[in-house]
């Protein structure tokens, strides 16, 4: 017991020091454990994606739409658009609020790039809703036509 405890210590005090030098005093909360915290810590940083709608690039988008719409609707999306409050930050649906827009399961058109943008103008009425809640007219926000545009693009991207 006590020597299979033994030769781990030393590991833990390599790679904590390590940790301590790397990041400073300031990182120091709680240390002075049995290096229980460095195995959680030691995970590697994920990296970043491009920033630019990587995905979008790899379909074919319909006519007419660009990256760069799709990339500003992902953000009216997950911002002033505030679809993503219930329909997810990331399309997938929340239970009795908005409907999964990441499969190919369309409730409210054919999920062509113009029936995402009629349904998002004109909102889905409460008796038309699977979930019983509405969607009001573009998501309840003053989003003008290109925002409703963009936004749809992201949308349409996020099933395919
Ligand atoms: C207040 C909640 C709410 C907000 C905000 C909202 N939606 Fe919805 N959305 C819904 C509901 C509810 C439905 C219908 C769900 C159902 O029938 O089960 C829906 C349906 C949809 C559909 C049709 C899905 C299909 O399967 O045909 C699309 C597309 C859509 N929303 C996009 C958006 C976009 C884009 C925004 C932001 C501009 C947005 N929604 C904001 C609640 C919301």
């Given at each position: ?10 590991y833990w005090?390599v790679?904590?020091?390590?940790f ?7 990182a120091?909360?709680g ?16 990296p970043?994606?491009?920033?630019e ?6 379909v ?5 739409v ?38 190919s ?31 009001v ?24």
């Amino acid at each position: 017991m006590r020597e299979a405890i033994r030769t781990r210590p030393r590991y833990w005090a390599v790679l904590a020091l390590v940790f301590v030098v790397g990041f400073g005093p300031a990182a120091c909360g709680g240390a002075g454990g049995d290096g229980a915290a460095t195995e959680e810590t030691g995970a590697e940083t994920t990296p970043e994606p491009a920033s630019e709608a990587p995905a979008a690039a790899e379909v074919d988008l319909p006519d007419g739409v660009t990256a760069e719409m799709v990339a500003q609707g992902k953000q009216i999306f997950g911002g002033v658009g505030i679809c993503f409050t219930c329909h997810g930050q990331s399309g997938e649906g929340m239970p009795n609020l908005g409907a999964n827009l990441t499969d190919s399961q369309w409730l409210h058109s054919d999920g062509s790039y113009e029936g995402i943008i009629a349904t998002i103008t004109a909102g889905v009425p409460a008796e038309k809703s699977t979930s019983g809640s509405p969607m009001v007219a573009r998501g309840g926000t003053n989003l003008p036509d290109d925002q409703i545009a963009a936004v749809a693009a992201y949308v349409w991207t996020l099933s395919r």
